[in-house]
């Protein structure tokens, strides 16, 4: 398999090393082996380079099969103008490569039930998947501006999907639902909004292909509340890009930390962008202490997705059960009775889980 590795910027490389660690673990002894191309992006590239995203980047993302991504930015850079912001060079990569569908698993680990915020009994059995349009919505809708006359300033947005981007989304929806417990929710706000109702619609005619799957409707703001209350009711959830980014930070929540959550965006074809939910986290950056293991579930993710390599994914996922059983944590997952473990410990300590695992 062909990987563009790219770690990017502050804890984005130190954890995105753990992961290429875990995948040469994979390869000893005649396993998978990967081509492994390692590329700049974030404000890394812009500081050598000029751009934060180089051309010789998109390149080797698009000859990859699978893309592992760190972290993009740093509060620094995020006030820049976009062709030196470290971040904008993401959200140009994900735009140049189509990748319209984000999934975000959120898998409460039995391991870790006490490093929610949430009661034990809430989240125990929490087993679900947001998946958020990333290249549409009113993140990307004109017109857009700020009218600054005084006295009378006025800013505007619009928020428009078409009838191809809303089908393309859903079917990735009932397609993942398939493969999971054949539920699927939609998330809108059609008693507001015409985009909603209009993604309400679309939603319901992409439903008649995927008849073995169950299909409700809800509303954005009582989503935010089910989520909460009862996160286990739910097993995949496609939503739109705005929905989606403030969703799947809460469900992100209900598992504990978010150095636990990994992603993926894939595009029409089978190429993916995999990382973790997590920035570039500057306050911890440098210090060994990120946890690595939301870089290390998002090769999981990239195998299993882009690499046709379930055998190979699942491996890793139990590695890192393993690895949290035995009762090794990062300190953001640290309680009382745990070995605490460096950035780079945790991920030898995965590596070698998965020597003695198969
Ligand atoms: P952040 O996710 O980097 O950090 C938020 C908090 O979580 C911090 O206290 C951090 O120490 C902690 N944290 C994050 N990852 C952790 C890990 N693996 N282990 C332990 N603790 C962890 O989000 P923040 O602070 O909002 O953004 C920092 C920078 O990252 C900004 O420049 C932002 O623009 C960028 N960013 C980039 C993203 C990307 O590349 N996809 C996503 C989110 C933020
Ligand atoms: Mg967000």
Redesign the pocket.
């Known amino acids: 398999m062909r990987i563009a590795v790219l770690p ?1 910027d ?3 490389q130190e ?1 995105t090393a753990q992961a290429v660690k875990v995948l040469r673990a994979l390869s000893a002894n005649n396993g998978p082996q990967f081509e492994m191309t390692e590329a700049l992006l ?1 404000d890394c590239a812009f500081d050598a380079h000029g751009d934060p995203l180089p051309e010789a980047t998109l390149e080797a993302a698009r000859r990859a099969e699978g893309i592992l ?7 620094e ?2 006030l820049r103008p976009p062709e030196s912001r ?2 904008h060079g ?1 959200l140009r990569l994900r735009k140049a490569l189509d990748l319209f569908a984000n999934f975000r698993p959120v898998y409460a680990f039995p391991e870790l039930l006490g490093a929610s915020s949430l009661r034990r009994e809430v989240i125990e059995g929490v087993d679900l998947v947001v998946l958020r349009e990333l290249t549409s919505d009113i993140y990307f809708g004109t017109p857009r501006g700020i009218d600054r006359t005084p006295g009378r300033r006025s800013a505007h947005n619009t928020m428009r999907y078409t009838e191809a981007e809303v089908a393309r989304v859903a079917h990735a929806g009932f397609q993942a639902a398939r493969r999971r417990r054949r539920q699927l929710c939609s998330v809108d706000k059609a008693n507001v909004l015409e985009t909603s109702v209009l993604w309400r619609e679309l939603v319901g005619e992409v439903a008649r292909d995927y008849p073995d799957v169950e299909l409700r409707h809800e509303y954005v703001d009582a989503m935010a509340m089910h989520l909460i209350r009862r996160p286990r009711d739910f097993d995949v959830i496609v939503t739109g890009n705005i929905f989606g980014d403030i969703l799947s930070d809460a469900a992100a929540m209900l598992t504990g ?3 636990m959550l990994p992603s993926a965006s894939l595009n029409a074809e089978s190429l993916g962008l995999y ?10 950056a440098g210090k060994d ?4 293991l ?1 870089s290390i579930l998002s090769a999981a993710m990239m195998l299993r997705h882009s690499g046709g390599q379930e055998a190979a994914a699942s491996l890793v996922e139990a590695a890192v059960r393993r690895v949290l059983a035995e009762g090794y944590r ?3 997952i640290m309680e009382p009775g745990a070995t605490r473990l460096g950035t780079q410990a945790m991920g030898d300590a995965v590596a070698a889980a998965i020597a003695s695992l198969r």
């Open positions: 990017g502050g804890i984005g954890v974030g991504f760190g972290a993009a930015g740093t509060y850079s995020d470290g971040g993401l930390s978010i150095g990382e973790p939910v997590h920035g570039s986290a500057p306050d911890i202490i990120a946890n690595p939301a990062t300190g953001d």
